[in-house]
């Protein structure tokens, strides 16, 4: 039973920062992914940043510039720093890590609240 624990989210004031971090419970062998999605209240779960083992990066269109994803594959860990952080950022942050299509885990999510 993998389980996925995100942490460092919390309020924070317009233009400020926070940094996201994901540990796996276990070890997780051949990963091909990690990655960030987010979720605001009515809307729908969007990929936010992703990497892959080869260490492409890949980042929503919204937050191209203001965030960077980062992971040690080594402790099974993943990584978002955001900033430059705006009210259309909040939302449930939740960390996602796949071996393959079929075989992949989430984070329960972590909430962050961007207002003045």
């Known amino acids: 039973q993998v389980q996925l624990v995100e942490s460092g989210g919390g309020l924070v004031q317009p233009g400020g920062s926070l940094r996201l971090s994901c540990a796996a419970s276990?070890?997780?062998?051949?990963?091909?992914?990690m990655a960030w999605y987010r979720q605001a209240p009515g809307k729908k779960r969007e990929l936010v940043a992703s990497?892959?083992?080869?260490?492409?990066?890949n980042y929503a269109g919204s937050v191209k510039g203001r965030f960077t994803i980062s992971g040690n594959l080594a402790n099974n860990t993943v990584y978002l720093q955001m900033n430059s952080l705006n009210p259309e950022d909040t939302a449930v942050y939740y960390c996602?890590?796949?071996?393959?299509?079929?075989?992949?885990?989430w984070g329960q999510g972590t909430q962050v609240t961007v207002s003045a």
């Open positions: 990497i892959t083992t080869g260490g492409t990066t």
């Open positions: 996602y890590i796949a071996r393959t299509m079929y075989v992949n885990y």
């Open positions: 276990e070890r997780i062998f051949n990963i091909n992914i």
